[in-house]
Every structure is written in structure tokens, then in C-alpha cells.
């Protein structure tokens, strides 16, 4: 245990960023306490034998030996159960109902600050720090404010909309005022055996991007053969399994067209796809369930705002209105948005502020 004064828990994945931001604090004069989470078992040895992985052994490797540099404590929490039950069974129950999630944004919510900050507290730590790119600030009101990270290439506020202010009071970003390869240059200042370490953009549990693969192994019987459709319900293909689509895909219809086709609906209960045009994939609307602001509250309806529908998708110009008791909004883009798709995330900016976001539910 350590004395709860300037003390901290560094979440740390083995890559550079986290191993920065632990040597970052301990020069700032923090007691830090390194720790892994330790997520996901299933086939270990084959499942991640890329050592950019964050669950790979490789990274537990990289992290302690990061730990012994500088000197500092290091724990592996297990959170397994957690994870399999909140984010790899989410994922699959999402893909289940036709729908695209992004598991990195639930991770971030309920591991990475929910879960992670209950251990810091068992361990005797004030504060918890991870390596997101995202900054933290606070309001005239003295509230926390939620900012993109100084890289635009590289911000994580996207994925951290779910932060509470509780959550914000005890957590620090250490590298989110730098950009990467500042980032990498303190790094090997600092000599960390991790600074020049690759990064993988895959999701941690389906380390080779075949989401299908991983979803038959689970769900063998849901892989039928069904019909595509196009928007006046005819039959032009068949396709073999429905959750090998996502809205906005073009490859694998398999389908001899004039003009390509994209995915534009997917219908579950009926195992249909629905193909149609680029132009039938435009949306001026969207509905976001699960509305989660970061002030605690829905800011001033009537300022501008910009929403990001996937986190690589361009900010977009948009209203916003409340719909329903039930935390539910509608977001009205000025322009018409591809692909606007059940289950992701939408998040709003204002410039560089966090307000909130939710999951896409419809349009």
C-alpha cells in the first residue's frame, strides 16, 4: 500500500504511451503503481501472438520491465469475468441483433475507468492516468471538462464520452498534450525498451480482423444462408450469414449489379440483407439511445455542434434535440451523412470540448 498523497494507478498496455505517462508522473513526483489488466484468456498462445496486443504476454513483458526501469511497483488485475460478460458478450449479442458496435467504447466506460478506479482505491491510490490522447479541464462552474487530444491524427475522445464527473475528479492524461512522436521522443529520453513499439489498430479479443470467424465459433447455428434484397424487397443474391455485414459495406455482396451496391439495412429477424446505391446509405437524421453528457446534464440545445458518427468519420455539422424521458436524442445533420450505423457511437463536440455521446440506434 501506498500513501494516498500524489499517489496513482498508470493503467499500462506495454506500449509507449502508458509507459510514458508512468514515467511522466513519477518525474512529477507521484507514487505510481503500474497495472495490466489482464482481459481476455481464450486460446492465449494462439489467439495473440502479435506482442502489439495489449493482452498478448509479450505486453504484460513489456509493461513490467517498463516498471522495473523506473523503479515503480507493477500488478496484473484480473478482470477476465468482467470483460467477457461486458464487452466480448455485448459484442456478440450486438452482432446478433444486426447491429455494429465498437467495443473499445464500452471497455473505456465500464474496464478501463469504472473497474480500474475501484482498484486504484483498494490499493491506496488518489488517482488514476492512462495514455489516451485527451486532456482534462474544468468550467467556470468548476466542472470537468472532457478535451480532444493536442494530435487530431491521434485523439481518443471519441471513445472516453462515457467518463463521469466522479470518474474525471481522479483521472489524468498525461500524454494528451503531446503529440506522437513528441511522445516517442521523451520516450527514448527516458530510454523505455517500448519507444519505438509498433501499435495495433485491431480490437484486443479478434486480433486478425475476422469478426466472422470469431462470431461462427460462437454462434454456429445463427450462420444461415438468406436473401439480399434490394430496396423494393427483391431477391438478387444470397448471402451466408448476415453478421458478416455491416451497413456502408461494399465487399463480399457477391452480387452482379450495374452499378455497385452497397449494404443499407440488415434485418435480423427476417435473415435479410438489403443492398442499395452510395446515395441510398445518406442520412440527414440520426437516433442516439443511451445519451450519456459529461457535464452531468444536456448542454444548451440551441448551440452549434459537430457529431462524429465512427471515429475515423469526419465531424460533421449537426442540431441536437431530446426525444424522450428516456435519455434518448436526435441528432439533424446540415448535411446528409454515409453510413449512419446501429451501434456505434455518435459523439458531440463543441470545438474542442467533449458534450456527450450515445449509440446510434436508428435513422
Same mark, same amino acid.
Given at each position: ?12 498496455? *506495454? ?10 508522473? &513519477? /518525474?512529477?513526483? %507521484?507514487?505510481?503503481? @503500474?497495472? +495490466? ?27 513490467l520491465a517498463v516498471c522495473e526501469l523506473l523503479g515503480i511497483p507493477y500488478r496484473i488485475l484480473e478482470f ?61 462552474? *468548476? ?10 491524427? &491521434? /485523439?481518443?475522445? %471519441?471513445?472516453?464520452? @462515457?467518463? +463521469? ?64 434484397v434490394d430496396l423494393q424487397g427483391r431477391t438478387i443474391g444470397k448471402h ?124
Amino acid at each position: 500500500m501506498v500513501s494516498k498523497q500524489r499517489s496513482v494507478l498508470v493503467g499500462m498496455s *506495454g506500449g509507449v504511451d502508458s509507459s510514458l505517462s508512468a514515467a511522466l508522473l &513519477k /518525474d512529477a513526483g %507521484y507514487d505510481v503503481i @503500474g497495472a +495490466t489488466m489482464k482481459v481476455w484468456d481464450e486460446g492465449r498462445e494462439e489467439t495473440f501472438p502479435d506482442p502489439r496486443l495489449c493482452c498478448s504476454l509479450t505486453a504484460v513483458e513489456d509493461a513490467l520491465a517498463v516498471c522495473e526501469l523506473l523503479g515503480i511497483p507493477y500488478r496484473i488485475l484480473e478482470f477476465g469475468d468482467c470483460f467477457k460478460v461486458e464487452i466480448v458478450d455485448n459484442f456478440c449479442s450486438e452482432y446478433l441483433k444486426g447491429r455494429t458496435p465498437n467495443p473499445c467504447v464500452r471497455c473505456n466506460t465500464i474496464l478501463k475507468f469504472d473497474h480500474f478506479l475501484a482498484e486504484a482505491r483498494r490499493l491506496g491510490c488518489a488517482s488514476m492516468a492512462t495514455g489516451h490522447y485527451a486532456r482534462i479541464d474544468r468550467d467556470d462552474a *468548476g466542472k470537468y471538462v472532457l478535451k480532444k487530444g493536442v494530435d487530431g491524427a &491521434k /485523439d481518443q475522445s %471519441y471513445f472516453l464520452y @462515457g467518463v +463521469t464527473q466522479e470518474v474525471l475528479g481522479h483521472l489524468l492524461f498525461p500524454v494528451g498534450h503531446l503529440t506522437k512522436d513528441q511522445v516517442r521522443q521523451r520516450a527514448q529520453e527516458y530510454h523505455l525498451p517500448v519507444s519505438q513499439k509498433l501499435e495495433s489498430q485491431e480490437i484486443c479479443f479478434i486480433p486478425d480482423n475476422d469478426y466472422g470467424a470469431f462470431l461462427r465459433r460462437r454462434f454456429p447455428l445463427a450462420w444461415r444462408e438468406g436473401d439480399i434484397v434490394d430496396l423494393q424487397g427483391r431477391t438478387i443474391g444470397k448471402h451466408r450469414g448476415y453478421m458478416n455485414f455491416t451497413i456502408g459495406q461494399r465487399r463480399g455482396l457477391g452480387v452482379a449489379h450495374a452499378v455497385p451496391l452497397y449494404v443499407v439495412e440488415i434485418r435480423p429477424e427476417k435473415n435479410v440483407v438489403v443492398a442499395g446505391r452510395k446515395e441510398d446509405l445518406l442520412s440527414r437524421d440520426a437516433r442516439v439511445a443511451h445519451m450519456h453528457w459529461i457535464a452531468g446534464e444536456p448542454p444548451d440545445l440551441s448551440r452549434p455542434v459537430t457529431a462524429k458518427i465512427r471515429y475515423r468519420h469526419r465531424e460533421a455539422p449537426a442540431r441536437m434535440e431530446l426525444l424522450d424521458d428516456s435519455g434518448a436524442c436526435g441528432i439533424h445533420f446540415s448535411e446528409p451523412q454515409e453510413a449512419v450505423t446501429p451501434g456505434q457511437s455518435l459523439v458531440l463536440y463543441d470545438g474542442e470540448v467533449v458534450l456527450g455521446g450515445g449509440v446510434i440506434a436508428g435513422t
